[in-house]
């Protein structure tokens, strides 16, 4: 196993793959060739160990994770994630449609929907799935559906946060969530269909590193959960950030003091309101993100009027965030032969091959001079990259590949093929 780890020669500065000894006894040179490029790689023992930092962040006994699955909802991901105790939320039916076949029962499942149909809204509620409504309209056609039932409302408390304008989903501008100044309405038309809320939910946006905004959150959501006389649960979301930048020493999120902090509004809230509750968040990213590697090719090099252009096969079809959000992915670079030198570096844009120029990875990026046929890792790349990967330009989407915790190397989805192009038409 070491012969084979040395012949890579790598990328040595703050080398994270390495330090965490993510690819285990593999390396990505053997990943690449046995699986063609691109590929993201996933660790079991790293995606584990998020389930578990997230399921013991608080010591109160009636607590919940809910697994929200947009983030990546590989079926082998999902099945570990539910050995792991934790629930699920799914935003649409083709997610409670996965996450039954990744084995999970009905009300281990938590619909948050938003803006749904009629239809869409039934797919759920004849599953008997507890069901979220974000809007006094919505909570009008749940009951319409399923008069005399339980439901849950999703609040808006007016605070957001997140790493970009486009992920904060609470506060003033956003389209999530019902005012917590319609509480008397929604008590209304659940009144008009016998409709028991059973359940607050609230979701204030993605990636924070702080939790104080959160924790404001949740205690304006509480605030308002106090009006409602019959509550199970009360869901505070996601958003727990992870450190995309761990090349420039970014530390990860301070758990400890946050799920201490988290924990003592809980309680005392419970001792006021009289019921142990289940209290629940939705972690996604912080589950999801850590525990991915994407590995690509750089199949050419060029300078345009003074811009170095890496060309990778690593186009936004395959890796979304950086054009949607400008997001920041660490690199690392992987090389068969002699070594990486780190002290000579350069500063680059790393680009793929989809016909847009707005087609970047990193823009501007300081990186050890790279060689055509180099590897690059792209960190991070467990959350929201395959899952937003599409076939634009009628590009395959990656295969996806696991290594598990014994260090056995398993292919979990398979790249698209031609023929997946055509499967649709008619
Ligand atoms: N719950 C609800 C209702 C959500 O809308 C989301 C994310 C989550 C939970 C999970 O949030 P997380 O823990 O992963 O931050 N594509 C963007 C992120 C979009 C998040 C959308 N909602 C990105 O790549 O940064």
Redesign the pocket.
């Known amino acids: 196993m070491y012969k084979e780890k040395a012949e890579v020669k790598y990328y040595m500065d703050n080398y994270y793959s390495e330090k965490t000894n993510f690819f285990q006894n593999t390396n990505p040179m053997r990943l690449i060739e046995e699986y063609g490029s691109p590929i993201y790689v996933y660790n079991q023992r790293v995606f584990r160990k998020k389930c578990r930092e997230m399921t013991s962040l608080i010591e109160y006994p009636n607590f919940k994770v809910t697994y929200?699955i947009?983030?990546n909802s590989n079926l082998e991901l999902l099945k570990i994630a539910r050995k792991e105790g934790m629930h699920a939320?799914a935003?649409s039916p083709g997610e409670i449609f996965v996450l039954t076949k990744a084995g999970f029962e009905a009300n281990e499942i938590f619909y948050?929907s938003n803006n749904v149909s009629r239809k869409e809204m039934s797919y759920a509620v004849e599953r008997g799935i507890m069901t979220s409504v974000d809007s006094l309209s919505q909570l009008g056609m749940y009951g319409q559906i399923n008069p005399g039932g339980k439901v849950a409302v999703r609040l808006n408390p007016g605070i957001g946060a997140g790493?970009?304008e486009?992920?904060v989903?609470g506060g003033k501008k956003s389209k999530f969530g019902i005012n917590l100044d319609k509480i008397d309405e929604i008590k209304k038309i659940a009144k008009k269909y016998n409709l028991e809320i059973v359940g607050i939910?609230q979701?204030i946006?993605?990636?924070f590193m702080k939790g104080d905004a959160y924790l404001t959150g949740v205690q304006s959501v509480l605030d308002s959960a106090r009006q409602f006389e019959n509550l199970d649960f009360v869901d505070f979301?996601?958003?727990?950030?992870v450190p995309y930048k761990k090349q420039e020493g970014q530390a990860p999120m301070e758990l400890e003091e946050f799920g201490f902090k988290f924990n003592d509004i809980l309680t005392r809230w419970v001792d006021q309101y009289g019921k142990q509750i289940m209290f629940r968040i939705?972690?996604?990213?912080?589950v999801a993100a850590e525990a991915g590697i994407l590995i690509g090719t750089v199949n050419a090099i060029k300078n345009n009027y003074g811009i170095k252009f890496i060309g990778t096969d690593i186009g936004f079809n395959v890796i979304k965030?950086p054009v949607?959000?400008e997001?920041h992915h660490d690199i690392e670079i992987y090389r068969k032969g002699h070594m990486v030198k780190s002290d000579q570096g350069e500063t680059v844009t790393v680009v793929g091959n989809i016909c847009e120029s707005g087609d970047i990875v990193a823009k501007n990026r300081f990186l050890p001079v790279i060689e055509e046929g180099d590897l690059l890792g792209v960190m991070d790349a467990g959350?929201?990259c395959y899952s937003?990967a599409s076939n634009y330009n009628n590009r395959f989407r990656p295969a996806e590949v696991l290594i598990e915790e014994g260090g056995a190397v398993r292919l979990i989805r398979r790249r698209d093929t031609f023929e997946d192009l055509i499967r649709n038409f008619c």
Request: hydrophobic share 25%.
């Open positions: 929200s947009k983030a939320d935003m948050i790493h970009h486009k992920v989903t939910n979701h946006g993605s990636l979301g996601g958003g727990f950030g939705e972690p996604g990213r912080y965030r949607m959000y997001s959350a929201y937003m």
